[in-house]
């Protein structure tokens, strides 16, 4: 370990004695908070109220879908201005749609997602007592807090929110007078994202800099849980990607407020020669898919980390291929960072740089694919255990593959003249992208809500909420692809206006309904989630008897984690089902020498002196039974 | 334990059936009354009977799960209380999952051959064919894919539900198998690639043939205003510096191309002519989108772009082969760009060569009376208005 590890292993120990002195206050201990437990549940209850108020927002806008004719008094009486007559306001639509994207992809699957369980397992499964940096982990929270605030302020402002959808492209984000939601919202959203982007960057250093120097003795980098691994790169996909996003945004808010023109040239708008000169609104969109395409990967890769160790767990097997599942989440790293030209085949970018594009988004589709089939072959002749977070996770790989297919589609620049900004697009994303991660963190709700909260949630009301919320979100994004061949636009307010769309009429209905229903179905999670905090049953320490360390520190929450030594690792963690082991799960913690009867030669790989002790012990094993 | 169970269900029936009459009662009330120009403070009464009604559904919905739940472990107590096991959800979710897949691949037949039938019809186009051949392709290659790994996933799970007798079996990773499976979707997504990479340019091709029509098309909330070249094949400059209420495209008529110039309200093409839309957008990002066509480009301000292609298929012919004499080729926008966004449209019509020169022979200049008395006052209160203005900003 390095020099740093040490020093700060000081610094925990001191900050531990410090905590006996003087007791904590209800300020220190649930608000500002330091200790990387609770800043998780910080992160995770802000993420599931903001989840709550984006699907609602979504209910809003599908019911403006199904119904574009009728007048509901009731949304007038809830929205006011925005809903003259109990008819959704075409600009508010829009500012709905944008306000609904941001929050989910950034506030919820972003920061709600990695927030929480980067900050719950990174410190518990590499063995660590808390973050890196304590400090920076509680202002990431507190920025994020910020930003919700910001962005959900925009509601009560005269113009309503930001309305430019969540690309926010210029110009239309950049004249004020060129929508309601290009006005006081939108630069609301501009500097709720910079708030957001501030916590997302200190979150993501943290989350390097303590996997990379507080891993416990024996953690190499080969034995850490690919939800560590995921968490990491995510964080290292984040802390590069993100600044150009803050680039991008700054740029706009001089556009906006100062009168540049770096996006903007050659424009009248409502009969007003504008006096900016020489800009590029494509150049907005460079800088803001540089981000956007990796933002799809940070918000997927932990969903997958963390949906590949419940499934190890929950099918009592190793994980099949776990270095073809880290190389394949870096190969994703790195190859996110080279597609995102993908989102602009048809803005007026030069074709032959749109094919460059093609070729990598296609390339990218193989880590993705070998990443589906190892799941496969991780149930594969597994011993299932059905618990909620596992069909969960395996609700993630179903959704991947339906998603990620039609990615395929997409991916080709000539196929996606034709579906580029169609439903295509929103059923891809949606399932791919949406219900695969909001899986993935379900999965991880479930899961490690006993570690989180020292009870257990109640498994029948899980299956309750899977099955509805599963199905639902089938029958939603489903039929999406074949509106999007048929031409139908994302965006669009209303259908009406096209007599070749009226026959879709009847499908939005039926998918307003599945929508609803989901939405209905989330009250099962909410009730079980919030009662179970207080009265569920009270857990074990290893209930679902799974390997990683966090399973080893005690129920009850101590700060730094572990009472006495951290413990020390000495397997890799997905020893499930071991042959010639009674138990069928052996913890990372447990020593080979006290496994020898299941130990095998490969696990003794860069371990010559234990390799000797092995096959002596196999020898001496192999003699005794012939003298029997 | 029987009995109780009974007694519950019973009890929860009626409660949906009294439920039921007053709800739909309540909703039937409503129908008549929320007329817009009823008294105010009935209308308000009914809504808020209205939303109590769907809030009492859904807590109705509530209790029955509640009740469920509570019969559930009753069921089970008693099992366990006869010395049985209790209820194995394994073997219940596995069951569950080959009904999920039995179910869900007849609901995607069904998509697919109700949906699937809804979808644009060939392509109208003669570089769409090759993108629809592209589309069929992927989705044949995808959708084998699709149902083989769903397949697989819903199979395992049941075949392989927990069961305590059963171990799960160790078998941490296989080199050959893990390098078959990156190596052949490499390999389908390399013909893909390759195939659609050339698709793509032939597509985008940028060459100039000497006998396409050149048409401008401008974008702007909430309208597209369509140019043609007139009988010199050629169309005029233009400079949004030149904007007027009159000459909205800002065309500058000291150029000579611009003097035929002619304005039109539906884009008309002759069929299997070269088409070349010029597009332009004036204020915010738009998008030519003309689906049956297979041809999208987004309208950016400052940066002028084009799309190149052959209509195949007229107008008539294509109401003919729908059966639909209402069908209309459509150009809309597809790239978000304000509140009227929703409605911005065209109508495409695809002609003969004969009706086309009829028709282009009819369609007024663009350089009006009223543009033209404009330019007269122009130059004579201010010669040089716009070479200032240049000069200015160049500064
Ligand atoms: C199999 C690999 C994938 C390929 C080839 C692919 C390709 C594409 C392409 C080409 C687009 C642009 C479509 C358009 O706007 O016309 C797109 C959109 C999108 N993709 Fe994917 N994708 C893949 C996987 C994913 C994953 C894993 C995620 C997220 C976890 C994702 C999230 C999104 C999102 C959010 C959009 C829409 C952005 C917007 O315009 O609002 N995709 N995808
Ligand atoms: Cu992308
Ligand atoms: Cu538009």
Same mark, same amino acid.
């Given at each position: 370990?390095?020099?740093?590890?040490?020093?700060?292993?000081?610094?925990?120990?001191?900050?531990?004695?410090?905590?006996?002195?003087?007791?904590?206050?209800?300020?220190?201990?649930?608000?500002?908070?330091?200790?990387?437990?609770?800043?998780?549940?910080?992160?995770?209850?802000?993420?599931?109220?903001?989840?709550?108020?984006?699907?609602?927002?979504?209910?809003?806008?599908?019911?403006?879908?199904?119904?574009?004719?009728?007048?509901?008094?009731?949304?007038?009486?809830?929205?006011?201005?925005?809903?003259?007559?109990?008819?959704?306001?075409?600009?508010?639509?829009?500012?709905?749609?944008?306000?609904?994207?941001?929050?989910?992809?950034?506030?919820?699957?972003?920061?709600?997602?990695?927030?929480?369980?980067?900050?719950?397992?990174?410190?518990?499964?590499?063995?660590?007592?808390?973050?890196?940096?304590?400090?920076?982990?509680?202002?990431?929270?507190?920025?994020?807090?910020?930003?919700?605030?910001?962005?959900?302020?925009?509601?009560?402002?005269?113009?309503?929110?930001?309305?430019?959808?969540?690309?926010?492209?210029?110009?239309?984000?950049?004249?004020?007078?060129?929508?309601?939601?290009?006005?006081?919202?939108?630069?609301?959203?501009?500097?709720?994202?910079?708030?957001?982007?501030?916590?997302?960057?200190?979150?993501?250093?943290?989350?390097?800099?303590?996997?990379?120097?507080?891993?416990?003795?024996?953690?190499?980098?080969?034995?850490?849980?690919?939800?560590?691994?995921?968490?990491?790169?995510?964080?290292?996909?984040?802390?590069?990607?993100?600044?150009? *996003?803050?680039?991008?945004?700054?740029?706009?808010?001089?556009?906006?407020?100062?009168?540049?023109?770096?996006?903007?040239?050659?424009?009248?708008?409502?009969?007003?020669?504008?006096?900016?000169?020489?800009?590029?609104?494509?150049?907005?969109?460079?800088?803001?898919?540089?981000?956007?395409?990796?933002?799809?990967?940070?918000?997927?890769?932990?969903?997958?980390?963390?949906?590949?160790?419940?499934?190890?767990?929950?099918?009592?097997?190793?994980?099949?291929?776990?270095?073809?599942?880290?190389?394949?989440?870096?190969?994703?790293?790195?190859?996110?960072?080279?597609?995102?030209?993908?989102?602009?085949?048809?803005?007026?970018?030069?074709?032959?740089?749109?094919?460059?594009?093609?070729?990598?988004?296609?390339?990218?589709?193989?880590?993705?694919?070998?990443?589906?089939?190892?799941?496969?072959?991780?149930?594969?002749?597994?011993?299932?255990?059905?618990?909620?977070?596992? *069909?969960?996770?395996?609700?993630?790989?179903?959704?991947?593959?339906?998603?990620?297919?039609?990615?395929?589609?997409?991916?080709?620049?000539?196929?996606?003249?034709?579906?580029?900004?169609?439903?295509?697009?929103?059923?891809?994303?949606?399932?791919?992208?949406?219900?695969?991660?909001?899986?993935?963190?379900?999965?991880?709700?479930?899961?490690?809500?006993?570690?989180?909260?020292?009870?257990?949630?109640?498994?029948?009301?899980?299956?309750?909420?899977?099955?509805?919320?599963?199905?639902?979100?089938?029958?939603?994004?489903?039929?999406?692809?074949?509106?999007?061949?048929?031409?139908?636009?994302?965006?669009?307010?209303?259908?009406?206006?096209?007599?070749?769309?009226?026959?879709?009429?009847?499908?939005?209905?039926?998918?307003?309904?599945?929508?609803?229903?989901?939405?209905?179905?989330?009250?099962?999670?909410?009730?079980?989630?919030?009662?179970?905090?207080?009265?569920?049953?009270?857990?074990?320490?290893?209930?679902?008897?799974?390997?990683?360390?966090?399973?080893?520190?005690?129920?009850?929450?101590?700060?730094?984690?572990?009472?006495?030594?951290?413990?020390?690792?000495?397997?890799?963690?997905?020893?499930?089902?071991?042959?010639?082991?009674?138990?069928?799960?052996?913890?990372?913690?447990?020593?080979?020498?006290?496994?020898?009867?299941?130990?095998?030669?490969?696990?003794?790989?860069?371990?010559?002196?234990?390799?000797?002790?092995?096959?002596?012990?196999?020898?001496?094993?192999?003699?005794?039974?012939?003298?029997? | 334990?029987?009995?109780?169970?009974?007694?519950?269900?019973?009890?929860?029936?009626?409660?949906?059936?009294?439920?039921?009459?007053?709800?739909?009662?309540?909703?039937?009330?409503?129908?008549?009354?929320?007329?817009?120009?009823?008294?105010?403070?009935?209308?308000?009464?009914?809504?808020?009977?209205?939303?109590?009604?769907?809030?009492?559904?859904?807590?109705?919905?509530?209790?029955?799960?509640?009740?469920?739940?509570?019969?559930?472990?009753?069921?089970? &107590?008693?099992?366990?209380?006869?010395?049985?096991?209790?209820?194995?959800?394994?073997?219940?979710?596995?069951?569950?999952?080959?009904?999920?897949?039995?179910?869900?691949?007849?609901?995607?037949?069904?998509?697919?051959?109700?949906?699937?039938?809804?979808?644009?019809?060939?392509?109208?186009?003669?570089?769409?064919?090759?993108?629809?051949?592209?589309?069929?392709?992927?989705?044949?290659?995808?959708?084998?894919?699709?149902?083989?790994?769903?397949?697989?996933?819903?199979?395992?799970?049941?075949?392989?539900?927990?069961?305590?007798?059963?171990?799960?079996?160790?078998?941490?990773?296989?080199?050959?198998? !893990?390098?078959?499976?990156?190596?052949? =979707?490499?390999?389908? &997504?390399?013909?893909?690639?390759?195939?659609?990479?050339?698709?793509?340019?032939?597509?985008?091709?940028?060459?100039?043939?000497?006998?396409?029509?050149?048409?401008?098309?401008?974008?702007?909330?909430?309208?597209? !205003?369509?140019?043609?070249?007139?009988?010199?094949?050629?169309?005029? !400059?233009?400079?949004?510096?030149?904007?007027?209420?009159?000459?909205?495209?800002?065309?500058?008529?000291?150029?000579?191309?611009?003097?035929?110039?002619?304005?039109?309200?539906?884009?008309?093409? =002759?069929?299997?002519?070269?088409?070349? @839309?010029?597009?332009?957008?004036?204020?915010?990002?738009?998008?030519?989108?003309?689906?049956?066509?297979?041809?999208?480009?987004?309208?950016?301000?400052?940066?002028?772009?084009?799309?190149?292609?052959?209509?195949?298929?007229?107008?008539?012919?294509?109401?003919?082969?729908?059966?639909?004499?209402?069908?209309?080729?459509?150009?809309?926008?597809?790239?978000?760009?304000?509140?009227?966004?929703?409605?911005?449209?065209?109508?495409?019509?695809?002609?003969?060569?004969?009706?086309?020169?009829?028709?282009?022979?009819?369609?007024? =200049?663009?350089?009006?009376?009223? @543009?033209?008395?404009?330019?007269?006052?122009?130059?004579?209160?201010?010669?040089?208005?716009?070479?200032?203005?240049?000069?200015?900003?160049?500064?």
């Amino acid at each position: 370990m390095s020099t740093l590890a040490v020093h700060d292993h000081g610094v925990a120990g001191h900050d531990h004695d410090h905590e006996h002195h003087h007791h904590d206050t209800f300020i220190t201990k649930y608000v500002f908070s330091q200790d990387h437990k609770m800043i998780a549940k910080q992160f995770l209850i802000t993420g599931i109220t903001m989840a709550v108020i984006a699907m609602l927002l979504s209910i809003l806008f599908r019911i403006q879908l199904a119904y574009p004719d009728k007048n509901f008094p009731l949304l007038e009486t809830l929205l006011g201005r925005f809903a003259p007559n109990g008819r959704l306001d075409p600009q508010f639509y829009l500012s709905l749609v944008t306000i609904h994207g941001t929050i989910m992809v950034f506030f919820v699957l972003t920061a709600g997602l990695s927030g929480t369980f980067s900050n719950l397992l990174i410190p518990l499964q590499v063995g660590a007592r808390d973050m890196a940096s304590p400090f920076i982990n509680m202002l990431s929270y507190w920025f994020f807090f910020t930003a919700s605030v910001i962005m959900l302020s925009s509601f009560f402002i005269q113009k309503g929110p930001a309305g430019g959808g969540w690309t926010i492209y210029p110009p239309l984000s950049a004249l004020p007078k060129a929508m309601n939601g290009s006005e006081l919202g939108m630069t609301l959203w501009l500097i709720s994202m910079v708030c957001f982007i501030a916590s997302s960057l200190m979150g993501g250093i943290n989350y390097v800099s303590t996997v990379l120097n507080m891993r416990t003795k024996g953690m190499d980098l080969w034995k850490m849980p690919l939800t560590v691994w995921a968490f990491f790169l995510t964080a290292i996909l984040g802390v590069l990607s993100f600044p150009v *996003l803050v680039a991008g945004v700054v740029l706009l808010i001089f556009d906006r407020s100062f009168g540049t023109s770096f996006y903007l040239s050659d424009i009248v708008l409502n009969g007003k020669i504008m006096p900016y000169e020489g800009g590029s609104p494509i150049l907005f969109q460079h800088l803001f898919w540089f981000l956007g395409h990796p933002e799809v990967y940070i918000v997927i890769m932990p969903a997958m980390g963390i949906s590949s160790e419940v499934i190890a767990v929950n099918s009592r097997k190793p994980i099949f291929g776990y270095h073809a599942m880290v190389y394949s989440l870096i190969g994703i790293t790195t190859l996110s960072f080279i597609v995102w030209g993908h989102h602009m085949f048809v803005t007026g970018m030069n074709p032959f740089l749109g094919g460059v594009f093609m070729i990598t988004t296609l390339i990218i589709a193989v880590p993705s694919a070998v990443k589906t089939f190892n799941w496969l072959a991780t149930l594969w002749r597994g011993n299932i255990r059905f618990t909620p977070a596992m *069909l969960f996770a395996i609700g993630l790989v179903s959704f991947f593959i339906s998603g990620g297919i039609t990615g395929i589609f997409l991916g080709n620049a000539a196929l996606d003249i034709n579906l580029h900004d169609t439903y295509f697009v929103v059923a891809h994303f949606h399932l791919v992208m949406g219900s695969a991660a909001i899986f993935g963190m379900l999965a991880g709700v479930y899961h490690w809500f006993p570690k989180m909260f020292g009870r257990l949630m109640d498994e029948k009301l899980g299956y309750l909420h899977f099955w509805l919320t599963f199905i639902c979100a089938y029958l939603v994004f489903f039929p999406m692809h074949f509106m999007g061949l048929d031409g139908v636009p994302r965006r669009y307010y209303a259908m009406t206006e096209f007599p070749a769309f009226n026959r879709w009429l009847s499908v939005n209905t039926f998918i307003t309904w599945a929508a609803i229903t989901a939405a209905l179905a989330q009250i099962a999670f909410l009730y079980n989630f919030i009662h179970s905090i207080f009265f569920g049953k009270k857990t074990t320490q290893n209930p679902w008897n799974a390997n990683t360390l966090e399973w080893t520190a005690p129920v009850e929450h101590i700060h730094g984690n572990w009472p006495g030594e951290i413990p020390t690792v000495y397997r890799w963690p997905y020893d499930y089902s071991k042959p010639g082991h009674d138990a069928d799960f052996i913890m990372q913690t447990t020593p080979l020498s006290e496994t020898m009867s299941s130990n095998l030669p490969h696990d003794f790989e860069d371990n010559p002196a234990g390799l000797q002790q092995y096959n002596e012990w196999a020898k001496t094993q192999r003699s005794s039974e012939e003298v029997k | 334990m029987g009995f109780k169970k009974l007694i519950n269900s019973k009890k929860a029936l009626s409660l949906v059936a009294a439920f039921m009459l007053i709800g739909t009662n309540v909703l039937m009330a409503q129908g008549t009354g929320a007329d817009p120009k009823a008294a105010d403070s009935t209308s308000k009464a009914d809504m808020w009977l209205g939303v109590g009604y769907y809030v009492l559904l859904v807590l109705l919905a509530c209790v029955i799960v509640a009740v469920v739940g509570k019969i559930l472990r009753v069921y089970d &107590l008693s099992l366990r209380m006869q010395g049985k096991k209790g209820m194995n959800w394994n073997n219940i979710i596995g069951v569950i999952c080959l009904i999920f897949l039995v179910v869900s691949m007849y609901g995607v037949y069904w998509s697919f051959t109700v949906q699937g039938n809804m979808i644009l019809p060939e392509s109208a186009s003669a570089h769409g064919g090759k993108i629809d051949f592209m589309f069929w392709t992927t989705t044949v290659i995808t959708m084998f894919v699709f149902f083989i790994t769903q397949i697989l996933l819903w199979v395992f799970l049941f075949k392989y539900r927990g069961s305590d007798k059963r171990k799960g079996y160790y078998y941490p990773h296989n080199n050959t198998i !893990e390098k078959v499976w990156t190596i052949i =979707p490499a390999i389908v &997504l390399t013909i893909l690639v390759v195939f659609g990479f050339f698709t793509w340019r032939t597509v985008t091709n940028t060459d100039n043939l000497k006998n396409d029509i050149n048409i401008d098309i401008t974008g702007h909330q909430f309208a597209w !205003e369509i140019r043609y070249p007139g009988k010199d094949g050629k169309l005029g !400059e233009v400079n949004y510096q030149l904007y007027t209420p009159n000459n909205i495209l800002g065309v500058n008529f000291k150029d000579r191309n611009s003097f035929d110039d002619q304005k039109a309200d539906t884009l008309v093409l =002759p069929v299997n002519r070269e088409i070349r @839309i010029n597009i332009h957008a004036q204020d915010v990002i738009h998008s030519v989108y003309m689906p049956h066509f297979r041809v999208q480009m987004n309208a950016v301000p400052g940066l002028p772009t084009f799309f190149k292609f052959t209509p195949t298929i007229t107008t008539a012919d294509m109401r003919n082969r729908l059966d639909n004499p209402q069908f209309e080729y459509l150009l809309y926008c597809n790239k978000i760009c304000g509140g009227g966004h929703y409605n911005m449209q065209k109508v495409v019509r695809v002609v003969s060569e004969a009706e086309y020169e009829n028709w282009i022979a009819r369609q007024k =200049p663009y350089l009006t009376d009223q @543009i033209k008395k404009e330019l007269h006052l122009a130059d004579a209160s201010q010669p040089n208005k716009v070479a200032e203005n240049r000069i200015a900003l160049n500064n």
